[in-house]
């Protein structure tokens, strides 16, 4: 079930759980004068204040793209719906039953989890965590090299003996020129049928071997630096290629990773507590199972 704010913004009945707890069973309004928390508006007398308008942009998911101003009338808008339908609801008196004070003590439960999991999480993102993670993360990643080539292509379609027996000659002629000592790059700019290689010279940068089809790879790893080679067929047609240089692959810089470096850290802190509370939890299962269930993952 859908309730539509006042701007035409649907949003979940059950995503909004918590919020209405916040709203209607707060302990005490905060000052409305504490330049901290500004109150914003009022809704029937209901104080909506700038904490509550954060809590519910959180909540809310994607918010289109608008000014500052329309966002603070998008979110009060949105925080009137949910004022209105929880009093409307609690005027019905649909929260004095035992099913709701059941969902209600799951939600906090929830959200003290949430919360509690979000401190840790963040507790444990310390330059010092996440540069051994990187460090240990590189020295575990094995050498790869890569090779920077430049190539020219004849094109042949599969399956095409004359076409590929003409392009076959195509690339022996311009491998003659090379051997007079034309600049590749120079030639590979005149004759090459691979269109990104027009303005390049036929530069390919740096590459691994499996990014490229084997039968290109296995010539372009075993040239030696400087050297072009004979023709070499792939499916695209006839090549010739060589070889500018040869590395070792450089780790991904520190920077680069750092987002997936916190994530893991975050979560595996996350995962730690959980296992440790396991630990000295007393848990009791009345029920069989015919095999033990995994624990559900955090």
Do not use: C
């Not at 904490?51 to 101003?69: F, K, R, Y």
């Amino acid at each position: 079930m859908f309730v539509r704010n006042s701007i035409g913004r649907p949003f979940s009945l059950w995503r909004a759980g918590a919020i209405i707890a916040a709203v209607l069973f707060a302990a005490a309004p905060l000052n409305a004068q504490d330049a901290k928390d500004p109150l914003v508006a009022k809704v029937n007398g209901v104080e909506i204040h700038q904490s509550d308008l954060d809590i519910i942009e959180t909540e809310a998911g994607q918010i289109p793209p608008m000014s500052p101003d329309a966002k603070k009338d998008y979110l009060v808008a949105f925080m009137t719906d949910l004022v209105l339908v929880a009093k409307a609801a609690q005027d019905q008196k649909l929260g004095d039953g035992p099913d709701f004070a059941k969902k209600l003590e799951f939600s906090r439960n929830k959200l003290l989890m949430t919360m509690l999991l979000e401190k840790t999480g963040k507790a444990a993102l310390t330059d010092e965590a996440m540069r051994k993670v990187y460090d240990d993360a590189i020295k575990q990643v094995p050498p790869e090299e890569e090779v920077h080539a430049r190539h020219i292509l004849i094109r042949a379609a599969a399956g095409d003996d004359k076409a590929s027996k003409d392009a076959e000659t195509k690339i022996k002629v311009v491998i003659a020129r090379l051997k007079k000592g034309e600049d590749f790059a120079k030639v590979a700019g005149e004759v090459t049928e691979d269109p990104s290689g027009k303005a390049n010279g036929g530069d390919l940068g740096f590459f691994s071997k499996d990014q490229m089809v084997p039968e290109f790879s296995e010539v372009a790893f075993t040239l030696d630096k400087g050297k072009f080679s004979e023709p070499v067929k792939t499916q695209f047609g006839w090549h010739v290629l060589k070889v500018e240089d040869k590395r070792q692959k450089p780790a991904p810089a520190f920077a680069d990773v750092k987002e997936q470096i916190e994530a893991f850290v975050a979560r595996k802190a996350q995962a730690d507590l959980v296992t440790e509370l396991r630990k000295t939890a007393k848990i009791e299962k009345f029920y069989k199972t015919e095999g033990a269930a995994e624990a559900p993952k955090q």
